[in-house]
Every structure is written in structure tokens, then in C-alpha cells.
């Protein structure tokens, strides 16, 4: 018999998950780390439209995003990092959705995000998400390797899905 799915518990991320985001990312290659101090925005600032996972009092998962204030119905999602020990249980989508579903109804219609090239798990996440949103999925180069980065950076891919 396969081992039952693990008691992960979904919250808003409070100012005191700072540091613990700072310690999960540095886990998480190939995310790139912030500052703490970018963590503790994202848990204070844009705990609305982020989200923690924790496994026996522990941080195991975080995805941060934000509303483009431009573009308000757009959830831009930063980082989605899972810990290696709540990897293979659905963690990043249930994540995602639980964000999505706590959006002001019609407010967010689409989504959009960055992924670098090679990051196959991440490709294979936000497709997955397209595909149960019954939404289309554009992409195209947004930061590139040489013109951005000095090619000390993969080329960053934006991901648009939407509308839902």
C-alpha cells in the first residue's frame, strides 16, 4: 500500500515566514535566493497573493506573486519552491490553486510567470495548471540570455495563461 499523501496545511504567509522563504529558496536550486529582506516583503506585502505550506511546523513549500499594478486581473507568480522532502504529492499546483481560489471573484483572469528554459518542472507545472483551467497558454522570450544577463543567466521565458 502506498504511503498516505503527508498533512501539508496551506496559509497566508505571515512577516515571521521571512526568513524561513530565505532558507526553503536557498533549498531550492535552481531558484534564484532574494535577500531576506525581499522575503519578508513578499510575506507582508503580497501575502494576499502568496502562499505557505508547512509539514509538521515546518515551511515546505512557498509560492510569492503579485497583482501587476498595471494590470490588476493579471496574478504575476514570482518563486514556487517545495522542499525536497514534499516533492512528488501535487504540492505546487495545490499551491497555485489555493492562491488563485482566494482571489475577489473575477478579479484575476489571467496568470503569468517566468521560467527559465531548461527548468523542466516548472514547464511542466504551469502547463498542467493551463490544461485544468481550460485556458490558453502563450510564452515568449522575455529576459534574454546575452541581451539581459551578459550571459551569466539562462533566458527567461514569460508565461501568460488566460483568460479563465
Known amino acids: 500500500m502506498p504511503d498516505p499523501k503527508p498533512a501539508v496545511s496551506l496559509r497566508i504567509p505571515t512577516l515571521t ?3 524561513s522563504v530565505s532558507q526553503l529558496i536557498e533549498r531550492c536550486p535552481p531558484l534564484d ?3 531576506s529582506y525581499c522575503n519578508f516583503l513578499q510575506c507582508g506585502h503580497f501575502a494576499d497573493t502568496s502562499v505557505a505550506a508547512e509539514l509538521g511546523g515546518d515551511l515546505v513549500g512557498f509560492i510569492s506573486g503579485y497583482r501587476i499594478p498595471s494590470r490588476p486581473e493579471t496574478l504575476f507568480i514570482w518563486q514556487v519552491a517545495v522542499d525536497q522532502r514534499a516533492r512528488g504529492i501535487g ?5 497555485l490553486r489555493h492562491i488563485l481560489q482566494r482571489q475577489p471573484s473575477g478579479a484575476v483572469s489571467h496568470l503569468e510567470t517566468t521560467i527559465g528554459e531548461a527548468n523542466e518542472a516548472s514547464w511542466a ?3 498542467r495548471l493551463a490544461r485544468e483551467l481550460d485556458a490558453d497558454l502563450q510564452q515568449e522570450t522575455w529576459l534574454d540570455c546575452d541581451d539581459h544577463f551578459q550571459g551569466q543567466h539562462e533566458s527567461e ?3 501568460r495563461i488566460g483568460p479563465f
Open 157 to 159: 521565458v514569460l508565461v
Open 17 to 19: 515566514d521571512g526568513l
Open 91 to 95: 504540492l505546487a499546483s495545490e499551491m
Open 33 to 35: 535566493p532574494n535577500s
Open 125 to 127: 507545472l504551469f502547463r
